[in-house]
């Protein structure tokens, strides 16, 4: 599976030459001129990073930066000409991972990018959480060991999890980024599939928050996940699921 990157840069000649650059090394690259149609394409799509512009037509690389941080821990990296402390203290307080300031050398860029994948687990052919081991090359998920069963949407959710580990996704978030923007579903579609994974999951490590949606268990916190798929669930399954 090819590393996705969104740039979003809304000068011609600077976010040609920097897709040039990265697609040289052999990232997918989705390209946007304007905040309001990476939002959509961010909701719509999963990408390994983000590199924003400030400076934008609609929505503003801040802004932007906001938004996508309620769906998930995508690295994002902003490159701007704005180069004053409030700026770039303004981005961090928002959880950006890394600022580079306009101009610069293409090739310290790509290096950031390239630590930022590698930080994010992206350039490993496998991501590890605890005993869980998922290789998003080919959809494959193993569990102390073990080979898991999952089919493309169970895969989806569980490296969606992992991805943002600490972080609680409602149902409405999970839906949009497994199923796409459009999906044609409901948290019905998302309780299924979770009850299903549990009952795959030698432990249970995914934990339920009520009333909001579901986050990776924390080191210590799983437990025998046998008990998701005995008929008592079926009892607890709009609170459990």
Not at 153 to 176: A, D, M, P, Y
Request: hydrophobic share 40%; aromatic share 6%; net charge negative.
């Amino acid at each position: 599976m090819a590393i996705r990157i969104m740039l979003v840069e809304d000068d011609a000649n600077i976010s040609n030459t920097v897709k040039a650059f990265l697609k040289e090394r052999g990232y997918a690259v989705d390209a946007c001129l304007d905040g309001d149609e990476a939002l959509v394409k961010f909701y719509d799509n999963p990408y390994h990073l983000a590199i924003l512009d400030i400076m934008l037509q609609g929505m503003n690389g801040h802004e932007l930066l906001k938004e996508f941080r309620k769906l998930n821990n995508t690295p994002i990296l902003m490159m701007t000409a704005l180069s004053d402390d409030k700026n770039q203290i303004r981005a961090f307080d928002a959880e950006a991972d890394d600022y580079v300031t306009k101009p610069f050398k293409m090739q310290i860029l790509m290096k950031r990018v390239e630590a930022l994948l590698r930080r994010s687990g992206a350039l490993s052919k496998d991501i590890h959480s605890g005993k869980l081991v998922l290789t998003p090359e080919d959809y494959r998920g193993a569990y102390d060991g073990a080979e898991l069963s999952l089919t493309l949407k169970e895969f989806g959710i569980l490296l969606l999890l992992v991805q943002n580990k600490g972080k609680t996704l409602s149902h409405e978030t999970i839906l949009t980024r497994v199923w796409g923007y459009d999906a044609d579903g409901d948290e019905s579609t998302v309780h299924t599939h979770i009850k299903n994974l549990r009952a795959k999951l030698p432990e249970n490590i995914i934990k339920t928050v009520r009333g909001v949606g579901y986050r990776l268990a924390d080191a210590g916190e799983t437990g025998d996940a046998s008990a998701s798929s005995r008929p008592i669930d079926a009892l607890a399954s709009d609170e459990e699921a």
